[in-house]
C-alpha cells in the first residue's frame, strides 16, 4: 500500500515554516502537552487504571465522530490483516505502558516516574534494529547514551533516598518505556502507510477498552470520582494525550522511532519544574534529579542534531 499523503492533515503551523521543521515541531508541541501528565496525575486520588482508562477513553471518544464520518474510516477498513494485528499489538503495548507508568507516579518522585519511562528510545532502538533494520547515527546514538547517563542518576537519587517503594515504582517506569517502545516502532512501521487519525483513533481506542475494563474488574472504573478527578481526566486526554502521544504519533512518519522517543525525554524535565512551581504539589528536584535531567537535556539536543544526518542501515 503506498502512503496516502492526501488524507495526512498538516499541523496548525504557519506556512512559512519548512516541510523539514514540522515534525520537530510538533514534537515540541506534544513534549510541552505531556510534561503536564504527571503533576496532573498527582492532582487526583483515582486509582491509576482509572486514571489511565479514561484519560483514553476520552480521547478516543472526541476523535472517534470525526473518524467514522470521514475517509480515514474506510483507510483504516482497507489495512491488511499483518498491519491490524501490529497496530492491535500497539494498542495493547500503550495499556501496559500506561497501567505501569501512572501506578510508577504514585511510588516514586515525578521526575524518576517521568525521566525513567521516557527510556523508551533505549528499547526502540533496539527494536528498531531487528524489525526495521533502522539504526541510529553515531551522533543520535551518543545522545541517547547521554540521556540514559541522566536518566540512571536520576534513579540513583531514587535508590538512595526513597526507598524500596520508589524503587518498585523505578521498575515500573522502566516496565512502561519498555512497552512504549515496542508501541513507537509498531507506530513508525504502520505510520508510513497509513494517516495519523486512521492509525491513532483505533490503537487509542483499543487502549481505552483494555484499560477501563481492566479497571472494572477491580471496581475502579465507574466509582463516584469528585469533579475534580473528572476535570483531571479530561485535561489528560486533551493534553498530554490529543496533543501530546498524537503529535509524536505525526512525527514518526517522518523521523524513526528512536529519535522521536529521545525527544520526549523533555517530557520530565518539564514535569519535574511544574511539579516543583505547583503550590499542590511542592515537590522540588533535588540534586540528582538537577544533574540527571542537566544530562538529559544535552543528549535530547545531540539526538536531535544527529536527526538531520543519515543513519546507518
Do not use: K
Amino acid at each position: 500500500m503506498a502512503p496516502n499523503i492526501a488524507l495526512e492533515p498538516r499541523p496548525s503551523l504557519p506556512s512559512g515554516v519548512p516541510h523539514r521543521a514540522r515534525p520537530f515541531l510538533a514534537m515540541a508541541a506534544a513534549v510541552v502537552a505531556m510534561a503536564l501528565a504527571a503533576p496532573l496525575i498527582r492532582l487526583t486520588a483515582a486509582p491509576p487504571l482509572a486514571v489511565a482508562g479514561w484519560r483514553l477513553t476520552i480521547a478516543s471518544v472526541l476523535l472517534l465522530p470525526a473518524f467514522l464520518r470521514s475517509p480515514w474510516r474506510s483507510e483504516w477498513s482497507a489495512v491488511p490483516g499483518p498491519d491490524r494485528r501490529a497496530a492491535w499489538l500497539a494498542g495493547a503495548a500503550l495499556a501496559l505502558h500506561f497501567a505501569a507508568w501512572i501506578t510508577a507516579v504514585r511510588l516514586t518522585s515525578v521526575a524518576a516516574s517521568g525521566v525513567l519511562v521516557s527510556l523508551s528510545p533505549v528499547f526502540a532502538w533496539g527494536i528498531s534494529a531487528v524489525w526495521l533494520r533502522e539504526r541510529p547515527a553515531p551522533r543520535q546514538a551518543g545522545g541517547i547514551l547521554l540521556a540514559v547517563a541522566g536518566a540512571a542518576v536520576i534513579a540513583l537519587g531514587d535508590a538512595s533516598g526513597g526507598g524500596g517503594q520508589a524503587l518498585l515504582g523505578d521498575a515500573l517506569a522502566l516496565i512502561g518505556a519498555a512497552f512504549g517502545g515496542y508501541y513507537f516502532v509498531v507506530g513508525r512501521r504502520l505510520r508510513r502507510t497509513l494517516s495519523l487519525a486512521a492509525y491513532v483513533t483505533p490503537v487509542y481506542a483499543l487502549a481505552a477498552v483494555l484499560l477501563l475494563g481492566w479497571a472494572a474488574t477491580r471496581g475502579e472504573a465507574f466509582a463516584p470520582y469528585a469533579p475534580r478527578d473528572w476535570a483531571v481526566f479530561a485535561a489528560l486526554a486533551v493534553g498530554p494525550m490529543l496533543v501530546g502521544h498524537t503529535g509524536l504519533n505525526y512525527a514518526l512518519r517522518y523521523l524513526p522511532a528512536y529519535v522521536v522517543n529521545v525527544a520526549a525525554l523533555g517530557e520530565p524535565v518539564g514535569a519535574t519544574l511544574i511539579a516543583w512551581t505547583l503550590p499542590a504539589i511542592a515537590e522540588p528536584p533535588g540534586p540528582a534529579a538537577i544533574a540527571g535531567g542537566g544530562l538529559c537535556l544535552a543528549g535530547i539536543v545531540l539526538a536531535l542534531a544527529g536527526a538531520a544526518r543519515p543513519a546507518s542501515r
